[in-house]
């Protein structure tokens, strides 16, 4: 079984559209995250959540908006997508904050 | 920027040789952790080292910590082709980790 599942894989969208990524992690962890993977592979840390709740920010724009319905879930939805945009988002959970990680596969997202 | 740096950005090496990557960092930590990420994967943890440890080992892998120096060391004993991947270092505070710039490693069999 995939400790942590991400969906869709690849999304290529247009420039302005909405769109929404999806996390689940069945290792029982308390915290997930988000991360962006740019081109050059940077892996920067967006949002940290911890039993549902956001814990950090990473003073990432307000067009993106986490979301956790459950501790198993952490969902990311992005409005009005720029070019900037494009990279690769992981999302990654934990036992707890400084525990080792388990990430994702990635969703490679372009934007157009 | 808080990124930690990693050196050699780039390593190739013949396969049955050592790799040793390097990793510096800025803040003060609670562990330090080292992931390998395969060419369009997910990354992968290898190994966690308290920052009262200074020395780790699993398999194949040699951490070394020096929070004097705020650096850390990954060794790859008997490297194989399979070990082609970039190695990140990352730092771990409150909610949040700081990874490395990452070290390509290319082993050539």
């Known amino acids: 079984d995939t400790a942590v599942s991400q969906t869709p894989k690849y999304l290529v969208t247009q420039m302005g559209n909405d769109k929404s990524i999806k996390c689940e992690q069945n290792l029982g962890h308390d915290t997930m995250y988000w991360y962006k993977q740019d081109s050059k592979k940077f892996l920067k840390i967006m949002f940290s959540y911890n039993n549902k709740e956001l814990i950090i920010n990473e003073t990432v724009p307000n067009r993106f908006s986490p979301k956790s319905p459950d501790k198993a879930h952490l969902n990311l939805h992005i409005n009005s997508l720029e070019l900037g945009d494009s990279a690769v988002y992981f999302c990654?959970?934990?036992?707890?904050?400084?525990?080792?990680?388990?990430f994702g596969p990635g969703t490679r997202l372009l934007v157009l | 920027s808080q990124q930690g740096e990693e050196d050699p950005q780039a390593l190739s090496i013949q396969e049955g040789e050592n790799a040793t990557m390097n990793c510096s960092y800025k803040?003060?930590?609670?562990?330090l952790q080292w992931y390998r990420q395969n060419s369009g994967r997910g990354l992968v943890h290898l190994i966690l080292?308290?920052?009262?440890?200074r020395e780790k080992h699993s398999g194949r892998l040699r951490v070394t910590l020096d929070t004097s120096k705020k650096s850390s060391s990954l060794l790859i004993t008997a490297s194989r082709a399979a070990d082609t991947a970039s190695y990140f270092c990352?730092?771990?505070?409150?909610?949040?980790?700081?990874f490395g710039t990452g070290t390509r490693l290319k082993v050539l069999a």
């Open positions: 990654a959970s934990s036992q707890d904050d400084r525990a080792s990680q388990y």
């Open positions: 803040t003060s930590i609670n562990n």
């Open positions: 990352a730092t771990a505070g409150t909610y949040k980790y700081i």
């Open positions: 080292i308290r920052s009262n440890e």
